[in-house]
């Protein structure tokens, strides 16, 4: 029989150290949280710890002594610590121990947040931070201070943000290719085209008040009433504004008949409902309007009716006519020595003299800025535009850059318009009847008696101020 076997020696579990009361369990600092989400503990009460960790007594059945423990790793921590004070724990699912951006209190001066990062922030969420204040402030203008200079080189015109094409050309061959291909192929408009563009341009400045052109000419014959209609139809086609012509020829005036009849009414019964006007309607039915949009004031038939229309009368229907239209024309008669033509001369701003290409035509005209030269009128004389109207077709044996220069040495410019069949006809007039020549030589003539628009402006804005 075998002797009974040795009892095995019965291993008792390690003592648990014991803990002091109101410290942290200690956790290994390689240890991962299972879940990479854990909420903040909630900060307890601090409890303060025993003054001693040595036992009060040396009596072996005393508790045992508690072994202080090592100083536990920051990032190790999961819980509060009473010694710190109330702070918020990290939370342990940065790994780098980092902590949350904390929001900055705006300053109680200024009402607005303060420029400099948190000391608690790293580096990289301070820049992420002031990235956002930046974007914010751009985005906001009306949160920036009025006396903050303001950048002076930003230029917020069209021409400057907005990336125009090619104008569409208008004529020639430029055009054929840009229909042809659908637009595809945009050549552009040509130099011709761009100088017409440049000439409507003048046409179209703004007028300050009321501009009056006196077209006149001693000479008969010479297209002085074709003038004014050609010169009066270019201002009323390109401009947006009412431009009309008055005839004050004294001699049974023709230039109601260049234009469609509308209305029997003569500067006289625009006279007599003078009273009776308050309105642009009240003065449109005393006129004839053509196509262009010119509209005409007609003179008297009767020779002896209209001989009484004077100085006083012109002015007058003026005094009208000024309230509504932007632009008066007035047709004057042969004779300068007229009664109205006294007020023509003084109220007009602009003088166009028509002359022919003639050597009767040329010192005609030239006798006429002499005459009022020498009765004061030598400021309209240097305002004056020379028109040379061709009445024959064919060219003549008159050196025509002598004449153009005579009459440049005393006068503000100097056109010529070619002779053309439709004005020839002496019957209405239709700007779209006329040769492209002729057309622009009153395109020219316009752009260069519009050229003194603006001095005339300031001129009325000057006695407004005074």
Request: hydrophobic share 40%; glycine share 8%.
């Amino acid at each position: 029989m075998q002797p009974p076997a040795a009892a095995e020696p019965v291993r008792l579990p390690a003592p648990v150290p014991s803990i002091p009361f109101g410290m942290p369990p200690r956790r290994r600092p390689d240890s991962v949280p299972e879940s990479p989400v854990v909420e903040p503990a909630i900060p307890e009460p601090a409890i303060p710890e025993p003054a001693t960790t040595e036992p009060a007594t040396t009596d072996p059945a005393a508790t045992e002594p508690v072994v202080a423990e090592p100083p536990v790793a920051e990032a190790a921590v999961t819980g509060p610590v009473a010694a710190e004070g109330p702070e918020e724990a990290v939370p342990p699912s940065d790994p780098a121990g980092r902590r949350p951006a904390e929001p900055v209190p705006a300053s109680p001066e200024s009402g607005s947040e303060p420029d400099e990062v948190h000391p608690r922030m790293s580096e990289d969420d301070a820049g992420q931070r002031c990235s956002t204040i930046s974007a914010s402030s751009r985005g906001v203008s009306s949160e920036l201070d009025a006396s903050e200079p303001r950048p002076s080189n930003l230029d917020l015109t069209s021409g400057a943000l907005v990336r125009r094409s090619r104008r569409t050309p208008v004529t020639g061959w430029r055009r054929g290719v840009h229909r042809l291909t659908g637009g595809i192929l945009a050549p552009g408009e040509s130099a011709d085209e761009a100088h017409r563009r440049e000439l409507v341009d003048r046409v179209r400045q703004p007028i300050s008040g009321d501009y009056r052109i006196a077209v006149l000419s001693l000479k008969g014959g010479v297209g002085k009433t074709t003038t004014t209609v050609g010169l009066g139809a270019t201002f009323a086609s390109l401009r947006g504004d009412c431009v009309i012509a008055v005839d004050a020829n004294p001699d049974f005036g023709t230039l109601a008949q260049r234009v469609p009849q509308q209305t029997e009414s003569t500067v006289r019964d625009l006279l007599a409902a003078a009273p009776r006007i308050s309105r642009y309607s009240d003065v449109r039915a005393h006129t004839s309007q053509a196509p262009s949009r010119l509209e005409v004031l007609a003179s008297e038939r009767d020779p002896a009716v209209s001989e009484a229309f004077s100085e006083d009368d012109y002015r007058r229907v003026v005094d009208i006519l000024r309230v509504y239209y932007n632009v008066v024309l007035t047709d004057c008669g042969t004779g300068i020595m007229h009664s109205a033509m006294r007020g023509v001369l003084a109220l007009a701003h602009a003088l166009v003299l028509v002359a022919s290409p003639a050597i009767d035509g040329a010192r005609s005209a030239a006798a006429t800025l002499d005459w009022l030269q020498h009765h004061g009128f030598g400021a309209l004389v240097e305002r004056t535009v020379v028109v040379i109207s061709a009445a024959r077709p064919g060219a003549t044996n008159i050196d025509m850059e002598a004449v153009t220069g005579h009459f440049l040495a005393r006068c503000r410019a100097v056109q010529v318009v070619p002779f053309d069949e439709h004005l020839a006809e002496g019957a209405e007039i239709d700007l779209g009847l006329l040769r492209p020549a002729t057309r622009r030589a009153f395109l020219e003539l316009a752009a260069m008696v519009a050229d003194d628009f603006a001095t005339v402006s300031g001129r009325h804005a000057a006695g407004r101020r005074a």
